[in-house]
């Protein structure tokens, strides 16, 4: 009989310490993501709050914690600050997720300048 797939759902998974092959404590699982080519992804908080993505090519193992192979395999996500609230938002965002603010991307600075 083959084995059965074990899915896992989104509340399982975030919350959870990511933890590498060191067994150093990497940050903790904010939340998935996924790319349009429809590969998953965990996104990863570190103790000073950047967010990185982790294919779920490089999960050793899910149990208590997540277990990655290596810290490196961790992909940096851009980002913007919002000047008034400080909270991190998408670098395609417009406007601030938190307080709402306009925000400026690096385009619109240097047309002001010019």
Partial sequence: MPAMVQWRRREEIVGKEVIDSDAKKIGVAKDLAWSNDGKL??????????????????????????????KSALESVPSITCPVCKHRNLVEAKYCAKCGRTLEGKEEKKEKRS
């Fill in 41 to 70: 992804a965990l996104i990863v908080e570190s103790s000073d709050e950047d967010e990185a993505y982790l294919t779920f090519g490089e999960i050793e193992r899910i149990g208590d914690v997540v277990f990655v192979r290596a």
